[in-house]
């Protein structure tokens, strides 16, 4: 029995040795990489209306299997099972559309309309409560009214529009505004807390590549300039008028109250980006990410990505790119 026991010895010291290290890792984490994203990945997101365009081309000559319009119209709770071709299209309220929908020129769909997807050479219009089973894109320009909701895609090559309670998986567009409703900024825990610490009187120390890592939970302060790559160890609350010029990572949840952040920012757990900032890098946040009002993110000549399990746009704000939901949905508040 003693010598089962030497053999067992170095065998439970390897494993102890395993199991130290998994523990240390987890304590403190070597990630010093805030945000890796390829700034151009969006381009693939108007796929299916690229596709169905190749796919239809043809029966704009007059296939069986669709019909054909020029100006087309149709009545109240109007039941359409075919793909519909159409120069111009306008539906009236409960109108259903069991197929596709192409128009070449403007598409119209009044409240309460269904769709399985629809797409326009020009500009479409979703009426309030609309419901597209899977995906939305116009050339010019799209919007959708209040209560709206795209199952899948929602894209356009112009100027994309949505009001409150309109939702999607994805939005992307070279312009997208929102309007909903303004919420109350009640969310920033109080700086003088002993959870919490100054950047400066945190635990810190550097990475080779000169990435400065923060233990615990952290408050940036009111006015102040960070310009080299950032790992917290915690939470991060960055006070209103500071600026982040390099990517940050926060190992728990972010709160900006209203900064100027010019790198790339992510979050394992929520991130709150407050009234009036100005984001001119990617957003991640893993549990949910939530824009407050008058909030800019990205621009035409520099497309970004805001991706988070779950995204919520409140009050007014513009984002030029791609905002995506990994399990929930974007939804305008």
Known sequence: MSAFFLLLLPVLGLGLLVVLGAVWEWLRPLDCQPLRIDPFFARNDEYFARRFRVIAADWWAGNDEARVHGEASFPAEHNEKNTLFCESLRAEPGSVFESEIWCRQDLQLAGNCRARAVLSDESATLGEFCHIERWAHAERALTLARGSCVAARTTCAGLLTMTSGCKTRLLSARELRW????????????????RWKLLAAAPASRAPD??????????????????????VRGSLLVRRGAVLARDVKAHDDAILEG?????????????????????????????????????????????????????????????????KALKDWVEVA
Do not use: K, M, Y
């Open 210 to 231: 000169g990435t400065l890592f923060v233990d615990g939970n952290v408050v940036i302060d009111e006015n102040a300039h960070i310009d080299v790559p950032l790992v």
């Open 179 to 194: 309007q909903g409703e303004r919420r109350p900024e009640a969310f920033s825990p109080p700086p003088n807390s002993a």
């Open 259 to 323: 900064v100027e952040l010019i790198g790339n920012l992510t979050a394992l757990g929520s991130l709150r980006v407050g009234d009036g900032s100005r984001v001119r890098g990617c957003l991640r946040g893993d549990r949910e990410v939530w824009i407050g009002d008058g909030v800019n993110i990205g621009e035409a000549s520099a497309a970004v990505a805001v991706v988070g399990g779950r995204v919520v746009l409140t009050g007014s704000g513009s984002c030029s790119g791609r905002i």
